[in-house]
């Protein structure tokens, strides 16, 4: 069975910091992907960021990069310099090849403080 | 607005009522999904169509629920006798899947949010 465990329920930082949300995963299947999707309070679910399993190098795009340590199972996200705009839920997500559904985990909820 | 659209936005019935939600994907995109979130948790898999057929049903999708994809565009989840249970976002989401594997991200609606009485 696959699971998506995201153990910090809400995180706070200040503004031009940077953050890490944690996300640890579990499955059997040797070739996932790996999703983190933003979901402001509007609710619109936005995506930001993907790691493949057998990608070599950690996923960056913009202030988000993915910390992707494969032996340990974990995905983390990380917000670099931090704006006001960020505080939203993050929820990662994780679909296996074998599957077609993807596994959300229940999110961190991130405020940032001016 | 080339995104995913979801119709209505909002809806409030009265338990044992029968409501039908709409989800126009992105115009390219062949996979559709549905999705139930209720407060305080993730997105929760219900089902997934490729073009037109309906390919897997969560156990979450009790014989209440339906889902179709006529003619591989848009899609519509309907439930039937709804309980107080089911109030939710039901969130819709279109990716886009070639013959070959690929993780394609998928690109979600704004959600019809459902409050059963």
């Known amino acids: 069975a696959q699971k998506i465990t995201q153990t910090q329920p809400g995180m706070f930082v200040q503004e031009k910091e940077a953050v890490t949300l944690d996300c640890t995963y579990d499955?059997?299947?040797?070739?996932?992907?790996l999703f983190w999707y933003k979901q402001p309070s509007s609710g619109e679910m936005i995506f930001l960021i993907y790691?493949?399993?057998?990608?070599?190098q950690n996923a960056t795009e913009g202030r988000y990069s993915l910390n992707f340590q494969k032996a340990r199972k974990s995905a983390n996200l990380v917000i670099s310099a931090s704006q006001l705009g960020d505080s939203a839920m993050y929820f990662c997500?994780?679909?296996?090849?074998?599957?077609?559904?993807?596994?959300f985990g229940t999110g961190t909820s991130l405020t940032v403080i001016p | 607005d080339t995104g995913v659209s979801q119709d209505p936005r909002h809806k409030i019935t009265k338990r044992g009522q029968n409501v039908t939600f709409r989800c126009d994907p992105i115009?390219?995109?062949?996979?559709l999904y549905w999705y139930r979130q209720t407060l305080g948790q993730g997105p929760e898999f219900l089902t997934y169509f490729q073009n037109e057929a309906q390919l897997e049903k969560s156990r979450l999708l009790s014989d209440r629920f339906s889902a179709e994809r006529p003619k591989g565009s848009f899609s519509t989840l309907e439930i039937q006798r709804t309980e107080q249970g089911d109030s939710a976002m039901y969130l819709c989401?279109?990716?886009?899947?070639?013959?070959?594997?690929?993780?394609?991200?998928?690109?979600f609606g704004p959600g019809t949010r459902l409050t059963v009485l």
């Open positions: 115009s390219e995109h062949n996979r």
């Open positions: 499955t059997s299947d040797p070739s996932y992907g």
């Open positions: 989401a279109s990716s886009l899947g070639g013959a070959s594997f690929s993780y394609n991200e998928q690109f």
């Open positions: 790691q493949g399993s057998y990608d070599q």
């Open positions: 997500a994780m679909r296996v090849r074998t599957g077609n559904q993807f596994y």
